[in-house]
């Protein structure tokens, strides 16, 4: 691949992954939003303290806060979801160049390692939107920051720029194994499907395969995902925070809370991972067909 091509192909990666983030935010915010609440609650005696369930939440956050209260903090993943899915797959780019992957061909091995590569280099930017978005999802009413820019205002002024990657490391580990399955999932789906399309990506399939990588990220290691969402909700003050580290976390929800606990918000993420991953490539496929003759 010559150098203007790489070139062509990493602004098309970065055009698909915009368009991609754009659709994540519409259409899974509020799945988001629902998901957060249900993990950060307090738990009494083993009871809730405020939502009995999905349901519950959506009902209760709606009829006391209003509906925008399900898109509350969005203003940062709109903006970062564009960012960092362009970002994501900038880097899923590199990695299918770096591995060789053969378009016309599903290679398993080089596609889990493109997929890692993906991952990796993206846990950055995902670690400071998600840490905005989890604090303003977080609040019941009022809360603490008035707005995104008001949390970020408030983390910088007592961590600094250190503070707004606090909860890097969960989301490394997590993206760095799930993103391999994400891309195996999607690439699987679309060769197997569009094997008697000459090639051509189908929208529709484009939106089923979307819809099986985020059964795939989301679905099987959702643990990591709630320890990764317990860290970053945590106070700023470091004194009051209740975790020590990835580690220490894990354990003491298992040991307070139960194994179940680790599944809470379970059925909501999972919904908004097959909706959100569906729109984001269906919006990417449409992207790469628009621009260039690519095989998904």
Known sequence: MTQESSFNSAIIDILAGTFGGIGQTLVGHPFDTIKVRLQTQQYINGKPTLFKGPIDCVSKTISREGFRALYRGSASPLFFAMFHNSNLFFWYGIGLRVSGVDSSKFDIPKVLLSGAIAGSGSALTE?????FKIKMQGQIGEGKYKGVWDCASQIYKVHGIRGMFHGFVPTLLRDSICFPLYFMGFEGTMHYLNANNNGNPSLAVATLAGGVAGFLFWGILYP??????????????????????????????????GFASMWRGYVPCLLRAIAVNSAIFLGVTYVRRRFVNHKY
């Open 127 to 131: 670690t400071v939107m998600d840490l």
């Open 224 to 257: 990591l995902e709630m320890v990764k969402t317990r860290l970053q909700y945590e106070p700023l003050t470091v004194s009051s925070r209740k975790y020590h580290g990835v580690v220490h976390c894990f354990t003491t929800i298992l040991k307070e809370e």
